[in-house]
Every structure is written in structure tokens, then in C-alpha cells.
């Protein structure tokens, strides 16, 4: 039988509440699984294994007291480091904010203790969750990174370190470190889970996601931080989409899927573009190959000046106070974000619209775009982490968006597949990304 730390989140959960598994054994396997790893890996800002064992404990008692359990009953979780925990530092990623205590939990710590998980520890990220590299390493080959900006999110996941982990995604800060891992990442709609709590670098843009090995336990993690809350301007006020249940529902019809031949599409590596045109060819006359609009283009564009506009005025205290404590990879950055001028921004917050726009009355015709999740295979460990472009587009419009880890490049690394769906139709993405599994498998 596989170690207890080698469970998915379902499967754990379900042998918690049915009493054939206690919090505490899972959470001892997650702990020994990070003593054996850390070392090398580094995929962990703070590990507090004591009052881990502890919530286990209290988890199992209220289990076995016949009280209510939650849908993470005593499952560990892990938080990348920019999301405010009251009892641990949330330090994001640079020395400025070394040994920061924050006074509050983020939005979605509540929702995870309210669901019964354990909150193991916090996992890095990259400084400020912006370009720069945290030491994290990519557990398929140490040489290698991981990818940012959620980069210890993906990697304590992928090295069976934790079964779940919570990202954030500005640009492509979820689906490139899941496909260069090899696990599961998925990232909701904008709006579906709250951003309070969470360091604030694109008000725009922002947006929090899964880390999971199976579709199910993306599906599991998002639902339980999804909710509506006013203090997030983003967050709205309606019913969210059930992602668990769309995971595992069966498609009404086979699902139609589109590939749009992108202008940036001389980025992606020779063995992506192998794999992406067989997985392509196996799913047949249901996916319908066509050039990109002219605007995606723009959309690019737009997502960069937005993102560099804002961070520096979110965080202009920051900068301006601690400038010298910025990496040398961060500041051109921000020195370029300086001279986008007020009307610049103005006209990139219109082409945001218009993507909307134009996604919204695409999505009528398909269920899901299928595309690349990242250039290609991890590189090499670096002051950076990957180049984010093939989730650029889709994080700007707020689309529903998921890896699956179907690939493998040249070397061995994993190389994910992305599937993008509707907005507010997050379900019915799930539905046709277990779908599109179902059919891969059975002709492997």
C-alpha cells in the first residue's frame, strides 16, 4: 500500500472520515516526506509541524466525537508565502518583510480551517511574487527550477511532500510551475475565490488557485475557497460553480475544443509542439484548429503594462522605502513600469475589456481551448523562472484555466497541457478536461 503522504486529497479525506485513517499518521507521512526532501528541494518558507499535529489531533476527535467533518477533514495543506496566516510569518518572498507576523488569516486560511484542513506550513514564492527566483528546486531534477511565481507550491505537491497547495496567478504563476512539476494546477475564474488577505500586486489581474495530483483534488481544493466576499472588488455576488462535481460528471455531448494558432507559438519547444500535436490529433474531428484573433496580440501587451503599472503603485511604499533590498532581476522591471504613462494604462485596461468581450461570445461555440501550458520543459534553475506567455492571455480575460500533466519532453520533464475554458463555467471546464483525460487514457 502507497505511504499515507502518496494519498490524493479525495482519497484522504475519504478514508479520514470513514475512520480507516487518522489526521495525525497523514500528517507524520507529510512531515517525514519533508524531512527526507527539504534539504535539496527548498520548497518550504515555514514548517510548523507541532501545531500541524496538533489541529490533526483535534481533527480526529472531532471525528471520532460523531461531530460534523468538513470537506478537507484533517487533510495538510500547504499556502504560498505571499497569503497572511495569523499564527505564522508570511514573509513573500524577500528580507523586507523577514519575520512579518500578519494580524489576520487571508480570506481563504478561514475557509480552509472552516473545511477541517491542517495548515502544514507556508511554501515559497518568488520575491515579492514577481519575477525573481526563489532557492525552491524542481523535485523531477534538482538542475532544474520549478517555476514561479508559486514555485514552492508546485513543488512540495509534485514531491509528495503535501497532497494540496494554494497558489496565486498574476500572469502564469500556477499553470507554468504545475506543468514544469508535473501535477495538477488549476486556476478558477476571477472573482470565484477571494483575494483578502493576499499580497495585492495586480488588483486587476490577481487571482488564487489549486495544486493537486489528480483533477479531483484541484477541483476539491477551489471549491472550498470559493465564496463571495466584499471586501474583495473582484469577488462577486453570486452562486460559484460546483468544480468537484463538474470533475466528476460525465459530458451531456462530446465536447467541442478549439487550438488557436498563436503569434507567439515560436516560443514553444520542439518535443511541447510534438506532444501538443499528437494529443491533438488523438482527440480527432472534436478539436477545430484556427489562426488567433489579431487583438491577442494586444492582449500581451496589455497584461504586461497593466501588471507593471500596478504592482508599483500597490507597493509603492515598498519600493520606495527598500529599494536596495530589491534583486537586481526585479528593479529594470519596475524602472520600466515607471514610464507607463497614465493613458497607457488606461488604453490597456480597454484591451483587457475587449478580451473579455471577445472571449465571451467565443466561448459560445466551444467548450475549452487547448494549448500550451508553458514553452516547454522546466529550464535550467536560474535567477528566473520561465517564461509565463502561454497563460498570459487567459489570465488577463479571467478564464477558468487548467494543467494536466500529460507530457513528457526530451529529458524526462513534465510538460502540461492546458485547457481553457468560460468564465463562471469553471464546471463545465472540469467536465471536459476529465473528459479529454478519459479519452487519452483509453487510447494510450
Partial sequence: MAQENQ???????????????????????????????????????????????????????????????????GVPVGLKDIIDTADMPTERGTPIFAGRRPKADAAVVERLHEAGAVILGKTKTTELAFVHATDTRNPQNHAHSPGGSS?????????????????????????????????????????????????????ALDQLGSFGRTLEDVALLADVMAFYDPADPLSYARPRPAMLEGARSAVPVTPTLAWLDMPYADKLAADAAEGLDAVVEALGDRVERMPADARIATMVVAQHTIHEYEILRHQADVFDTHWHQ???????????????????YQDALAIKASGE?????????YDAVIAPAAPGEAPLFGPATGDPIFSTIWTLAGLPCLTLPF???????????????????????LRTAAWVQNELMAQA
Fill in 407 to 429: 507530457l513528457v519532453g526530451e529529458t524526462g520533464l513534465p510538460i502540461g497541457v492546458q485547457l481553457i475554458g468560460s468564465v463562471e463555467r469553471d464546471d463545465r471546464l
Fill in 151 to 203: 514555485s514552492g507550491s508546485a513543488a512540495a505537491v509534485a514531491a509528495f511532500n503535501v497532497p494540496l497547495a494554494v497558489g496565486t496567478q498574476t500572469n502564469g504563476s500556477v499553470i507554468r510551475p504545475a506543468s514544469f512539476c508535473g501535477v495538477y494546477g488549476f486556476k478558477p475564474t476571477r472573482g470565484v475565490i477571494p483575494r483578502r488577505g493576499v499580497l495585492q500586486t495586480s488588483n
Fill in 7 to 73: 494519498l490524493s486529497a479525495t482519497e484522504a479525506v475519504e478514508r479520514i472520515t470513514s475512520g480507516r485513517l487518522s489526521s495525525v499518521d497523514l500528517v507524520k507521512s507529510c512531515l517525514e516526506q519533508i524531512d527526507r526532501t527539504e534539504p535539496e528541494l527548498k520548497a518550504w518558507a515555514h514548517v510548523d509541524g507541532q501545531a500541524a499535529l496538533e489541529t490533526a489531533d483535534q481533527m480526529d476527535a472531532i471525528r471520532k466525537s460523531g461531530r460534523p467533518t468538513g470537506a478537507l477533514h
Fill in 357 to 365: 468581450a471577445f472571449f465571451a461570445e467565443f466561448f459560445e461555440d
Fill in 326 to 344: 530589491l534583486s537586481a532581476t526585479l528593479r529594470p522591471v519596475l524602472e520600466r513600469g515607471r514610464k507607463i504613462s497614465d493613458d497607457e
